[in-house]
């Protein structure tokens, strides 16, 4: 009842998922730092305070809480959040309290162009940018994307590739699951 909803649950009958990544863990490093920065500068003020300031001591252990607290708010927002690529469409659904989907179809693609940074080739991530007929989307910049290249070619197969290959290799994938189905049925 409380927990995301499954960005499965959000596509329609007649989609084939193609690719589900969550955005690369490398954007949780910039929290990371911060939250332990923090933490260490309050345990070095502790540590120097006298003993008779309690009162300055609780507001800093309290504080130090508040930080953990907000790291674990952000390890959390990052794990529901999911990029979805299915053959009609692609869509990010995030939030911890408040669900959102930003969704575009394949067809408004007009242009694809990842890009990686250093940092981005030693970790495994990269940003993808999409543009559509002259619109900015939601969904314009995607960054800290794993495997980049994975994700921008089969975003170019669904929307530059052969429609009848991709028809024929749906309707094959759709009948291998249906006979997997047949076959676990006792």
């Known amino acids: 009842m409380f927990a995301p909803r499954d960005p499965d649950e959000y596509l329609l009958p007649t989609e084939r998922r193609v690719i589900r990544v969550r955005r690369h863990w490398s954007t949780l490093l910039g929290d990371l730092l911060e939250a332990l920065a923090l933490m260490a500068g309050a345990m070095m003020i502790s540590y120097l305070l006298p003993d008779n300031m309690g009162l300055i001591q609780n507001i800093l252990w309290y504080a130090s809480l508040f930080v953990v607290l907000r790291l674990a708010y952000f390890v959390m927002e990052w794990w529901v959040e999911r990029i979805v690529v299915t053959d009609k469409r692609f869509m990010i659904s995030s939030g911890v309290f408040e669900t959102k989907v930003a969704m575009m179809p394949i067809s408004k693609v007009t242009d694809l162009?990842?890009?990686?940074?250093?940092?981005g080739r030693m970790f495994g991530f990269g940003t993808?940018?999409?543009?559509?007929a002259g619109q900015i989307?939601?969904?314009?910049r995607i960054e800290y994307l794993p495997n980049p290249e994975e994700v921008y070619d089969a975003i170019s197969e669904l929307t530059f590739g052969d429609k009848k290959a991709q028809a024929e290799r749906f309707s094959m994938i759709k009948a291998q699951r249906a006979a997997r189905g047949k076959k676990m049925v006792p």
């Open 137 to 140: 989307q939601a969904l314009n």
């Open 113 to 119: 162009t990842y890009e990686r940074s250093v940092l």
């Open 128 to 132: 993808l940018v999409v543009e559509s």
